[in-house]
């Protein structure tokens, strides 16, 4: 990371740019005044007054009442204590917010057909792990790779076993196995595995209704998910089937 890339990040954390530049510059200095700031930072002397009062109100750094003002930056452990700070108070009112008004103007009917795509493997596990929490009756978890099969699916099928929901991990990998057997869960081994092999990543089907699939093409994970429509409900149907037929329990 270099200067810019720095500045960049602080900026992401809340700090407008000249604050990002004169806190950069001042840790840099050690100490300085705004003429000194000025010539090291890409910003006008008469923004770094503004930009110093900022950062010292958000505890960032120490002004010397000197003539002229000398200023210091805070300690770098001390810096992350109050971004850290400042990030989560931003974060939790805005989601507090947006918590409060989630779904005011939505279609009620809008999800009732409704087939969704989401990319990228963390992104396909969280939804995976939604839809377990929101498990009832049963729930069937099934891949071939451990790489797919990370702790916090591990943990929501867990949990959803706790509740009573009736729980079943299937793979034809010995290891996928074992780690669901480590985990307490109950599992089944696929007894003829489709030929030839499906790109297919990962699956899990929930209550009869709702169906998560994935599909691996090498470099991204791509998942089709739906939930309480008649397409889900017909293709769950078909693999819990198929799985009743295929699996060695």
């Avoid at 069937?140 to 991990?169: E, K, Y």
């Avoid at 699939?213 to 309480?228: F, I, K, R, Y």
Wanted: glycine letters at 6%; aromatic letters at 6%.
């Amino acid at each position: 990371m270099n200067e810019p890339d720095a500045v960049d990040a602080l900026t992401r954390l809340g700090l407008s740019t000249y604050e990002a530049r004169v806190f950069v510059a001042l840790q840099r200095l050690g100490t300085g005044t705004a003429s000194d700031v000025a010539e090291v930072a890409d910003v006008p002397r008469s923004q770094v007054y503004g930009a110093a009062e900022d950062l010292e109100q958000a505890g960032l750094l120490e002004v010397q009442q000197t003539t002229p003002r000398r200023y210091r930056p805070v300690s770098l452990d001390a810096a992350r204590d109050h971004l850290r700070e400042r990030f989560e108070a931003d974060r939790d009112s805005a989601f507090d917010y947006i918590e409060s008004v989630q779904g005011e103007l939505a279609d009620p009917d809008e999800n009732r057909e409704a087939i969704w795509t989401v990319t990228g493997t963390d992104a396909v596990a969280d939804r995976i792990v939604d839809v377990i929490e929101d498990a009832t009756d049963r729930a069937l978890f099934g891949t071939g790779d451990t790489a797919f099969f990370p702790d916090a699916i591990r943990d929501a099928l867990a949990d959803a076993a706790d509740r009573g929901v009736v729980v079943q991990v299937v793979s034809e990998d010995e290891d996928v196995l074992a780690d669901a057997t480590d985990a307490g869960l109950e599992t089944s081994r696929v007894g003829t595995p489709m030929e030839p092999t499906p790109p297919s990543s990962r699956v899990a089907l929930v209550d009869g209704d709702t169906i998560v699939l994935g599909v691996h093409d090498g470099a991204t994970e791509t998942a089709m998910w739906s939930a309480n429509s008649r397409f889900a409900s017909v293709l769950t149907e078909s693999l819990e089937t198929w799985f009743a037929n295929e699996l060695d329990v």
